[in-house]
């Protein structure tokens, strides 16, 4: 199971971008899928998440400006950002539980892609 993650890029503060993280391989279904974050010298942060039922679940730092969306049909997780700001800059990377046979479950995570936003 791969996971692809697109749509970082640079913008200016108060800007928005959206992140998209496609599942493509070994996959009989996918439970909880989510977007963590690592800005440089930080831990690593859960942004937000989303269950297969559309639960979801957000950092305090970006309920109200993020949005977490996902199309089972696609096996693809989104984020949209509004009012991105310098702080928000950041590695982000999508997890995603991936049931890859009748027995067994698995945490695939995909390779991170740079947010960056300008004062």
């Known amino acids: 199971v791969q996971l692809q993650a697109s749509g970082g890029g640079l913008v200016q503060a108060g800007g928005s971008l959206r992140l998209s993280c496609a599942a493509s391989?070994?996959?009989?279904?996918?439970?909880?899928m989510a977007w963590y974050r690592q800005a440089p010298g930080k831990q690593r942060e859960l942004v937000a998440s989303?269950?297969?039922?559309?639960?979801?679940n957000y950092a305090d730092s970006v309920k109200g400006r993020f949005t977490i969306s996902r199309d089972n049909t696609k096996n693809t997780v989104y984020l949209q950002m509004n009012s991105l700001q310098p702080e928000d800059t950041a590695v982000y990377s999508c997890?995603?539980?991936?049931?890859?046979?009748?027995?067994?479950?698995?945490?695939?995570w995909g390779r991170g892609t740079l947010v960056t936003v300008s004062s």
């Open positions: 989303i269950t297969r039922a559309d639960i979801t």
């Open positions: 997890n995603a539980n991936v049931r890859v046979n009748i027995l067994s479950r698995r945490d695939f």
């Open positions: 391989g070994a996959i009989v279904s996918i439970n909880d």
